[in-house]
Nanobody
Framework: QVQLVESGGGLVQAGGSLKLSCAAS????????MGWFRQAPGKEREFVAA????????GYADSVKGRFTISRDNAKNTVYLQMNSLKAEDTAVYYC??????????????????WGQGTQVTVSS
């Protein structure tokens, strides 16, 4: 079992920055693949970013590449999403996800077997 708790969401103006955190508990974090997804009102959940066990491999959706950075601190059992140059279209509920069975799961939501409750990010234009 893995418990995931996101934090750091909020309201920010377009062009601003936010840093999301996802704290994990329940098992060894250093061999869990992690990802961030988001869901805007009326839309499907979509992939944002992913990171492998060590943090040496990352992947991003084209829509956030160059603006968002995923990272992890295994000593703190936490994964982060630094979001810069935010746009109105980034407004969504952001979810972190864990895959305890794979080294790296990328954009495949079905690969992830644990999900957090989500944190709201609202970007005003």
């Amino acid at each position: 079992q893995v418990q995931l708790v996101e934090s750091g969401g909020g309201l920010v103006q377009a062009g601003g920055s936010l840093k999301l955190s996802c704290a994990a508990s329940g098992r060894t974090f250093s061999n869990v693949a992690m990802g961030w997804f988001r869901q805007a009102p009326g839309k499907e959940r979509e992939f944002v970013a992913a990171i492998n066990w060590s943090g040496g491999r990352t992947g991003y959706a084209d829509s956030v590449k160059g603006r968002f950075t995923i990272s992890r601190d295994n000593a703190k059992n936490t994964v982060y999403l630094q979001m810069n140059s935010l746009k109105a279209e980034d407004t969504a509920v952001y979810y972190c996800a864990a895959d305890t069975r794979s080294y790296y799961s990328g954009s495949y939501a079905t690969q992830y077997n644990y999900w957090g409750q989500g944190t709201q990010v609202t970007v005003s234009s």
